[in-house]
């Protein structure tokens, strides 16, 4: 999947517990972004960053955070306040802010 | 407000033979519009990516083409085969500071021997 790795790719979780999802990318890409896809529905980009210690919200940013201390990698934790944090989750890197993405594998976050 | 929607929601086919899936947004402005295959339980992969000014681009037997006055697009699948079946997810591009995208929901092809 292009140089980016998720991990790992099925993740159960009790209600209420955080969990982090990882994601980490040998492009050498200064951009990375986390979408999230539901059944039926296009993706929605929870965070980007375009740019190591730096990043912004996107359209569903609540009860997600995260991370970009290294180029490399962009983790995304999920908290206990994302109210229906079951999902596909896709990490995404690109060159630039405006160029072609390349997504990792996904992780399937269920929580229980 | 930026929309994508594609149809058909759902398609089955014979293998070898052709098909075309749609796009149709509203996103304004506009930048590029591409086109995405993603396998079951994996991630997107590019298969085209087409600016405004281009009307069609190919991929082996993948053919986009695009009407930017209609904002429309389709994807036109040549001979298809059994490891086309997939969802076919269409992305439009807008302007602005990062790479914002608009994903459609995809059409979900199944091929049938």
């Known amino acids: ?112 | 407000k930026n929309q994508v929607e594609q149809s058909p929601q759902s398609l089955i086919i014979l293998e070898g033979k052709n098909c075309t899936l749609q796009c149709n947004y509203t996103v304004s402005p506009f930048s590029n519009l591409r086109w995405y295959k993603q396998d079951t339980g994996r991630g997107p992969v590019s298969l085209t990516i087409m600016t405004f000014s281009e009307n069609t681009k190919s991929n082996g037997r993948y053919t986009a083409t695009l009407d930017a006055d209609t904002k429309q697009s389709s994807l036109h699948i040549t001979a298809s085969q059994l490891s086309d079946s997939a969802s076919y997810i269409c992305v439009v591009g807008g302007l602005g500071g990062y790479n914002k995208l608009i994903f459609g929901a995809g059409t979900r092809l199944a091929v049938h021997p």
């Not at chain 1, 209600?15 to 982090?20: A, C, D, L, P, R």
């Not at chain 1, 296009?42 to 190591?52: D, E, F, K, N, W």
């Not at chain 1, 970009?68 to 990698?73: L, T």
């Open chain 1, 1 to 112: 999947d292009g140089g980016i790795t998720q991990s790992p790719k099925y993740l159960f979780r009790k209600e209420g517990q955080n969990v982090t999802l990882s994601c980490e990318q040998n492009l050498n890409h200064d951009a990375m972004y986390w979408y999230r896809q539901d059944p039926g529905q296009g993706l929605r980009l929870i965070y980007y960053s375009q740019i190591v210690n730096d990043f912004q919200k996107g359209d569903i940013a609540e009860g997600y955070s995260v991370s970009r201390e290294k180029k490399e990698s962009f983790p995304l934790t999920v908290t206990s306040a994302q109210k229906n944090p079951t999902a596909f989750y896709l990490c995404a890197s690109s060159i630039g802010g405006r160029t072609e993405q390349f997504f990792g594998p996904g992780t399937r976050l269920t929580v229980l």
